[in-house]
């Protein structure tokens, strides 16, 4: 069973920073990749980064040198370092986490930026 903890997410002013993390239950190298999504209000969710094992990771245009996905393999914790903050990263954010081709998602955290 994969359980997926999302943490460290609340409201901003614009151009400021938050880093949400993600706490697996168990290790993160048995999953095929790993990545954070996000729904904003009225829109479909959307991929904002996502990282596989030995590869580099993929970014969403709209957070290119902004946001920053890592991963602690000690603590079992994937994160999402976000900088710069726009209103319009203002959304639900979900980790997620592919294992044996499978979906798993967590429960999501609340990331609101204000004007």
């Known amino acids: 069973q994969v359980q997926l903890v999302e943490s460290g997410g609340g409201l901003v002013q614009a151009g400021g920073s938050l880093r949400l993390s993600c706490a697996a239950s168990g290790s993160i190298f048995r999953f095929n990749g790993m990545g954070w999504y996000r729904r904003a209000p009225g829109k479909q969710r959307e991929s904002v980064a996502t990282i596989t094992w030995g590869a580099s990771a993929n970014y969403a245009d709209s957070v290119k040198g902004r946001f920053t996905i890592s991963s602690d393999n000690a603590k079992n914790t994937l994160y999402l370092q976000m900088n710069s903050l726009k209103p319009e990263d203002t959304a639900v954010y979900y980790c997620?986490?592919?294992?044996?081709?499978?979906?798993?998602w967590g429960q999501g955290t609340q990331v609101t930026v204000s004007s």
């Open positions: 997620h986490a592919l294992h044996n081709w499978a979906d798993y």
